[in-house]
C-alpha cells in the first residue's frame, strides 16, 4: 500500500503537535473481509507494534520498532514479518534501516539473500503498508489548527527509491493523504491520533477502525490458518484465434460484499481500469477488426467504461509508465503501466460492448477470450454483470 506519508517539509515545522504517547488497535477492513489487525504502544522516544496480515500466503506476523527522535523524527527503524502462528520461525522478510544525515541505508534479509539499500531522504520516514502506528508518526507534525498542505517524500520498505505525495491538514480532526491514484481520509483527534480512515477512494479501497485495545494474540490464532492471499493475484490468457496469437495480462479482484457496479469499487461514468493493480494488457500479433475499428498488431492496455446504460471498450496505446524526461522516455525497462494512470489522449478506439445481466453473482473478476463463428469474443464476468465484444481477424 502507499497510504502512509512521513517527512516534513519546513513549513510545518511552527505550531507542531507535541509528541503525544500512545496505544491502540487498527483494524483494517476490505468489503466483508479483515486484511489486517495492528496493535502499538508510543512513547516520546519509541514505537513498538505487531500486526497480522491477511493480504499474502501465508498471513503474516509482523513486529517493527522504531527509536524516535524529537517531534516523531525515525532514528532507527527494524521490521521482522514471520509466519503467523510460528514466533521462532526465521523470518520471510527482516529490515533494519539507519539515517544518518540526509541519507537512509537499509539491510534487506529474505530467505534468498541479503541487500543493502541506500537513498538520499533528508528527514524520512520509512512507508510500511496497513501501518496506521507509523502513520501517526506523521500526524505528530501537522500543525494543531487550520488549513495545511506538502508534497511528501516517504521510503517504501525494501526499496531503494522514495516517492512524492501531497498531503493535507483540513482544520482539526481531518486529513487527506494522496497515494495510490487517489485520496486516502483520516479521521484524527486533537493530539493527532488517527480515528479511522476511507481508502475507497484509492486502489486498495480499505476502511480504518480504532480500537482501544485488541487481543492480538487470539486474532493470530484465528487468522493464522486463513489467509486471504493476494487481494487481487495476476491471472493471464494466451489463445491462438483464426490464426492470431493474442495474450491478455490482468488481475482479479473479489466482492468481499461490495456492491460492484456503481458502487465504490466501480463507479458509473468514469473510466475502470478493467481489472486491478497494473493496467490490463492485451497484444496481439495480426490485425483485429473490433467493432468495426482495425486494431493492429501490437500491445495496447485494455479499459472499460461502465454506465447504467452500457459500456464501451476501450484500448489504448499507453503501455508503460509516464516517462519524465528523454532519457526515461526511451528506456526500454520502464515499468509497465499502472492501473491508475490512464491517459485519455492516448485512446486507440473506443467501441460499445454487450451487456447481460447473470442470474448468479460472479465473486471474483474473470475475463475470458474464445472462439465464436469465424473469429472470437472477448468477455469480462463480475458480480451480476457480463459485457463483451466479438472481433475478427482482419
Known amino acids: 500500500m502507499r497510504l502512509a ?3 516534513l517539509t519546513a513549513p510545518f515545522i511552527p505550531a507542531m503537535l507535541g509528541a503525544q504517547s500512545a496505544s491502540g488497535a487498527f483494524v483494517v477492513t476490505l468489503g466483508k473481509d479483515t486484511v489486517a489487525v495492528e496493535r502499538y504502544t508510543r512513547t516520546a522516544d519509541r514505537l513498538e507494534a505487531d500486526a497480522i496480515l491477511r493480504d499474502r500466503a501465508p498471513s503474516v506476523h509482523r513486529h517493527l520498532v522504531a527509536t524516535l527522535g524529537p517531534n516523531g523524527t525515525v ?3 527494524v521490521l521482522a514479518n514471520r509466519p503467523a502462528g510460528q514466533p521462532t520461525a526465521k523470518p520471510l522478510l527482516a529490515v533494519a534501516q539507519t539515517f544518518s544525515g540526509d541519507t537512509a541505508v537499509m539491510q534487506v534479509s529474505r530467505p534468498e539473500g541479503d541487500t543493502t ?4 531522504a533528508p528527514g524520512g520516514v520509512p512507508y510500511v503498508g496497513y501501518s496506521y502506528a507509523v502513520m501517526e508518526l506523521f500526524l505528530l507534525h501537522l500543525p494543531a489548527t487550520g488549513d495545511a498542505k506538502a508534497s511528501v517524500p516517504m521510503i517504501p520498505i525494501a526499496s531503494g527509491a522514495t516517492y512524492p505525495t501531497q498531503v493535507w491538514r483540513l482544520g482539526r480532526d481531518s486529513a487527506v493523504f494522496d497515494w495510490l491514484g487517489g485520496p486516502t481520509h483520516i479521521r484524527i483527534d486533537a493530539d493527532g491520533r488517527i480515528q479511522g480512515a476511507d481508502a475507497s477512494l484509492t486502489t486498495v479501497r480499505v476502511h480504518v477502525t480504532r480500537l482501544r485495545d485488541i487481543d492480538l494474540a487470539a486474532v493470530e490464532s484465528q487468522f493464522a490458518n486463513r489467509p486471504l492471499g493476494p487481494l487481487s493475484p495476476p491471472d493471464s490468457i494466451r489463445v491462438t484465434i483464426g490464426g492470431a496469437a493474442i495474450a491478455l495480462d490482468y488481475s482479479r479482484p473479489s466482492m468481499r460484499g461490495r456492491r460492484i457496479f456503481g458502487g465504490d469499487p466501480v463507479p458509473w461514468n468514469k473510466v475502470w481500469r478493467t481489472g486491478a493493480n497494473f493496467a490490463t494488457r492485451l497484444k496481439t500479433s495480426a490485425d483485429l477488426v473490433i467493432g468495426g475499428h482495425t486494431i493492429p498488431a501490437g500491445t495496447y492496455t485494455l479499459w472499460t467504461l461502465p454506465t447504467p446504460t452500457g459500456w464501451k471498450l476501450i484500448l489504448n496505446k499507453q503501455t508503460k509508465a509516464p516517462c519524465t524526461d528523454a532519457a526515461s522516455c ?10 491508475t494512470e490512464y491517459n485519455a489522449d492516448s ?6 460492448m454487450q451487456v447481460e445481466k447473470l442470474q448468479v453473482p460472479v465473486e471474483e473478476f474473470v475475463m475470458s477470450v474464445a472462439p465464436q463463428g469465424v473469429g472470437g469474443i472477448l468477455k469480462l464476468e463480475w458480480e451480476t454483470t457480463r459485457a463483451w465484444v466479438a472481433f475478427t481477424k482482419k
Do not use: E, Q, S, T
Open 347 to 352: 485512446d486507440f478506439v473506443r467501441v460499445d
Open 75 to 77: 532514528k532507527m527503524f
Open 330 to 339: 526511451a528506456n526500454p525497462r520502464r515499468a509497465d503501466l499502472w492501473g
Open 5 to 7: 506519508v512521513f517527512v
Open 117 to 120: 539499500l541506500r537513498v538520499v
